[in-house]
């Protein structure tokens, strides 16, 4: 397993415990476009005009990830939360709540459900939502986890079932006859296939796919000091942008949605102003929230927008990725073909 984010643990997890022996190897563990997601788990709140099949892929993922739990658990493990508390979205002007509507309309036309919301009806809802929001649609099938949870349980559980764990970049695969031969370090190791699930990195030298994934930088920002546990995901579009916030335990509030074509780590001024900008217009109350850290990843996009498994059977070898923002929701699901391509390789 080349690549150890939530994809490429979620997949280790999977092939481990059919009985098969595995090696991760990364040599920063969850250090990539994981460690800088937001862990929503949000379906209707992400859908898109022309990407339904994205949403029928991503329409199971609390019931997955909640089965993904419930496996490691009983090997040991740490739970992973699974917080179905639904999302609100609202807008920000009368053009923002134009596009909340056209969002309402791709959820018809897609079968979700959802439904229109007061403030006056329901206002715990609002909690700390600016004064002129006064309505929004609310899609209560949606959760969230968190990214680092579900990260430490899968190398916990990993770790338990035996996984051997490689600290170090990849530099070459090479498929030769009947196995795959892996440059690492100025050795060579040698397996049965090889799964690359590498993100937003490029292709590891030696070999070739028909799939392409273009970076795009995103940044949340974490703070601690306002309580919207318990309360549904926020989601806005405010002057056109989206945004979003996720209230996790004991105060702590994550918030983003900052998306960057860009290689670079960096966080830029500008980036980071229109972030702050949008937060605090959507919700005063952050003005007082307590600074913790901003965390930037790169996530890979795909030009169709859809995740791909690129598997090349006869070298015994393939590539997932192209999950862009979907990457913590499709991970359960991505390991599917995962297996099914490990299984008839070692036939």
Known sequence: MVGG??????????????GLQVTVFDPAVGRGASYAAAGMLAPSAEVVVGEETNYKLQRDSTT????????LESFGAPAIGVHQVGTLLVGWDASD???????????????????????SELPHFFDGVSDRISQGIFMEDDGWLDPDE?????RTGLTLRGVEWVASRVETITPVGGHV????????????????????????????????VRSVRGSTIRGRGFDRFGLPMLRAF??????????????EVL???????????????GELHRLLRDALDVMPTLETLEWQEIRTGRRPASPSGEPFFDAHPDERWA?????????????????????????????
């Open 5 to 18: 984010g939530v994809v490429g643990l979620a997949t280790a997890w999977r092939l481990q415990s059919t």
């Open 64 to 71: 997955r990830w909640r089965a993904l739990s419930r496996e």
């Open 255 to 269: 918030f983003g949605a900052s998306a960057e074509e860009k290689d670079a780590l960096s966080v830029e001024i």
């Open 150 to 154: 579900a990260l430490f349980a899968l």
């Open 181 to 212: 031969r892996l440059g690492v370090g100025g050795c060579k190791r040698r397996f049965d296939a090889v799964l690359v699930a590498t993100g937003a990195e490029s292709l590891v030298e030696g070999i070739e796919s028909r799939e392409s």
């Open 97 to 119: 709540r134009r596009s909340v509507a056209q969002h309402a309309t791709v959820l018809r036309s897609f079968g979700a459900e959802y439904r229109e919301i007061q403030r």
């Open 319 to 347: 590539w997932m990725s192209g999950h862009y923002r979907h990457g913590v929701t499709l991970a359960p699901l991505a390991t599917e073909d995962a297996l099914a391509f490990v299984q008839g390789v070692l036939q």
């Open 238 to 251: 405010v002057r056109g942008r989206p945004f979003y916030l996720v209230g996790r335990r004991e105060g």
